[in-house]
């Protein structure tokens, strides 16, 4: 599979962003996706993940009650949105998926496939 991530841009504090990942490929609903980001000068965190029905999601302790994440099989599509932006949410955000993996998973190991990201600068 094949992953197009997309959506970033400049956006103030508080500001809220919809990010895109598009998926190519067969049987894409079969895949677990994870949003990972990476800040400027810092290692690769995970941010959020979505199972393969779309029914369970699981976030980091820093985004939680902030961030969201929905899918659309049909479209082969995943749409995290971030809301209250912060500056220190700025980063190249990465979607990212496995097959047959667990939704839990936060490692950047655990994904087989990556996108090419999409970086969200936020201002203060």
């Known amino acids: 599979v ?5 959506g970033g841009g400049l956006v103030q504090a ?3 962003l919809r990010l895109s990942c598009a998926a190519s490929g067969r049987d894409f609903s079969s895949y677990v996706v994870g949003w990972f980001r990476q800040p400027p000068g810092k ?5 959020g993940s979505i199972n393969w029905g779309g029914t369970n999601t699981y976030f980091a302790g820093s985004v939680r009650g902030r961030f969201t994440i929905s899918r659309d099989n049909a479209k082969n599509t995943v749409y995290p949105q971030i809301n209250s932006l912060k500056p ?9 998926a496995d097959r047959g993996g667990s939704y839990v998973n936060t490692r950047p190991r655990d994904y087989a496939y990556w996108g090419q990201g999409t970086q969200v600068t936020v201002s203060s």
């Open 2 to 6: 094949q992953l197009q991530a997309s």
């Open 14 to 16: 508080g500001d809220s």
């Open 43 to 47: 290692e690769r965190e995970f941010v």
């Open 88 to 96: 220190e949410d700025t980063a190249v955000f990465y979607c990212a």
